[in-house]
């Protein structure tokens, strides 16, 4: 959305926003709220859990839609400035460059949770939809590694993402192992 | 490459000469392709990989004013009759100095089209007498974090000071410049001020900038880049379409400006970014090899 708005001051005034390199600029721009958004819809749950909201769990869907949308965008931009359409540059970057490769990947593993985000599929893949929606875990970890593998230099991004999806990941971890605790406590 | 008059420079460099003539006289003066304008100064000043300043590509432009670079000494070392530490404005007492348009192609595949000013590398080599062991000029950037807040990151993979070099017939070559200004000014300081190298065969970050060392040497230097990520950056770093980069094609490059729906401006690269006088300084090397 802020994007949006950048980019309609860029075609009135190109150079005004995003410098000499527009291009690079936006998919950059792009990728970072994807990844961003992909960690906020991760902490949604883990923040009902800590602050005891189980409500806020309902924003799950709509704030993953949106880090969905953003990725759709962001490869968009990359296929469409960048590649230039091209399929064979496309393709060389996908076999190639181990960041786009890694980047691809998230992309491609977020379909069908985007596809099967509506109410209908939840009630039709029934307990099955859960464990589809793991899939969320290695997609954060193949967009982490396309951040990671796309730094040159610079890794304080790379370090806050980092740190972040281990401390939703560890929160999880957390839950998983007490609730273990707490069936096996009461078995006895 | 062309060469026109240099505008008058600003008061800290010594007047400007014209050395058409000389360029002309070498023989070397391939007509440009249509592409080839150049481009404008706000984009050269504003877009820029200097990170001892930043790694974001304005940075350099933001933080840069920080710099101080009077008084600016430059220490020679090695394997020359006349080592020492020199001022700059002992550096360029003499100097003719001349405006070079030159392409600059970034290893993350986008380019300029500078204009320079500046003078051979060789002359400014030769008035340190160089000892015929010497095989290589190693350069170091200025080190001083206190003005230079990248070189304070605890994020950053790069070990400063920056270091680059050169064998020593490459930086014989007429093509090889010292900078001390572009566009008819002294260089900004987000521009490698106040004396840079400039290698125009090469992707851009061997052209070290705001140097304060320089040293001739019997083994090949260390260089940054190379220490940093020896599988993408090696000591030639030539500019060579054929030779791919994990991180970037290198096939083709996006001159900048570039704007959005104005197509993109991608242009082929060509081998020596188009300097093909410098083939004969790589006859008979693997420069799959030696990249």
Known sequence: MLAGWDVAVEIRSPGSV????????????????????????????????????????????TVGLWTFVYACIHFTAYFTLLAEFSISAWLEDFSERTYITAGMTALLLLIPLAVTSTRNWQRRLGLHWRKLHTLIYPAAMAALLHVLWAAKASFLDVFIYGLALAILFGERIVVRIRRRAGRGASSH | MHVIGAAGLA??????????????????????????????RGYATSFNNFYEFGTDKNDPAELGSRLTTEPWNVEVAGLVGKPGTYGIEDLLAGVDLEERIYRLRCVEAWS???????????????????????????????????????????????????????????????????AVGMYGQVLPNQNGA????????????????????????????????????????????????????????QGSERRLPSSLFNGNRKISTRMYNGYDEVAGLYAGMNLRLNY
């Open chain 1, 18 to 61: 995003f410098g000499a390199d527009p291009a690079e600029a936006i998919v950059s721009l792009l990728g970072t709220w994807t990844i961003r958004l992909l960690l906020i819809t991760l902490s949604i749950s883990t923040v009902a859990r800590i602050f005891k909201r189980p409500k806020i769990v309902t924003l799950r869907r």
């Open chain 2, 11 to 40: 008061s800290s460099v010594p007047a400007a000469a014209l050395h058409a003539a000389w360029m002309d006289s070498k023989g070397f003066a391939p007509a440009p392709p249509s592409e080839d304008t150049v481009t404008p």
């Open chain 2, 112 to 178: 300029m089209v500078i204009p320079w000013i500046g003078f051979p590398l060789k002359m400014l080599l030769e008035r340190f007498n160089p000892l015929g062991s010497a095989k290589y000029v190693a350069f170091t950037t200025l080190y001083r974090p206190e003005e230079m807040p990248g070189q304070r990151s605890y994020f950053s993979s790069i070990k400063y000071p920056y270091v680059e070099g050169l064998r020593l017939d490459e930086a014989y070559h007429p093509l090889a410049i010292m």
């Open chain 2, 194 to 249: 106040p004396l840079r190298l400039v290698v125009p065969w090469k992707y851009g970050f061997k052209s070290i900038k705001s140097i304060v060392r320089i040293e001739l040497t019997e083994t090949r230097p260390r260089t940054t880049w190379n220490l940093t990520a020896s599988n993408e950056y090696g000591f030639y770093a030539n500019v060579n379409p054929t030779v791919h980069h994990p991180r970037w094609s």
